[in-house]
């Protein structure tokens, strides 16, 4: 069950969220500085504890440590709510009253959501290359991104070697749907 990040928590991991890459706490450190006075070993008992929570994984570097998110913030946030919704004695009218408190353009995020969630349904819309046109998350910024998913039947492009739909630099190892842990 995870367990909201408290502020100064969630301010560090924010950091290592953004940058999505091993930070030390000498950077996470002078980037919080912009914002509030901390101390160093503030910054690194709080990373420490991150690690000890299972949030974050940490590689020896010299006499210091890396440190690196265990899943995407996305995954974070989807397990709080998960957890929350779970506790609710009534779970239908919690998510009418979470709806009820969204956004119009929260309200289509949840829309396109669901169906990626749903796949495709009877006679999918047509992109531009012909294509059915899906909704996909980008994971690097959690905003809604549209793109055009070519039919199955089309051969990579000669050119680039890629295959179209295809994003090049895409991590199949990545986890998009992490365990928020």
């Known amino acids: 069950m995870p367990r909201p990040l408290g502020e100064l928590e969630d301010a560090v991991m924010t950091r290592v969220w953004k940058w999505n890459r091993p930070v030390t706490v000498r950077e996470v450190l002078e980037d919080l500085q912009q914002e509030r006075s901390i101390a ?5 008992t709080v990373l420490d504890n991150l690690h000890q929570k299972g949030w974050v994984r940490r ?9 690196e998110a265990v899943s995407t913030r996305a995954a974070y946030s989807a397990a709080l709510m998960n957890d929350a919704w779970s506790q609710s004695d009534n779970p239908a009218a919690a998510l009418v009253a979470f709806f009820g408190m969204m956004s119009e ?10 169906r990626i969630v749903q796949g495709p349904e009877e006679g999918p819309e047509q992109g531009a290359g012909g294509g059915e046109t899906r909704v996909t ?3 690097a910024d959690e905003k809604r991104v549209e793109k055009s998913v070519e039919k199955p039947d089309e051969k990579p492009d000669a050119a680039s070697g890629e295959t179209p739909g295809k994003e090049s630099g895409e991590n199949p190892d990545s986890d998009p749907g ?3 842990r």
């Open 40 to 44: 160093y070993t503030t910054v690194m």
């Open 59 to 67: 590689e020896a570097e010299g006499r210091a440590y890396r440190y």
């Open 105 to 114: 353009e929260q309200r289509r995020a949840l829309r396109d959501a669901v």
């Open 137 to 139: 998350p980008d994971v």
């Open 178 to 180: 992490g365990t928020g």
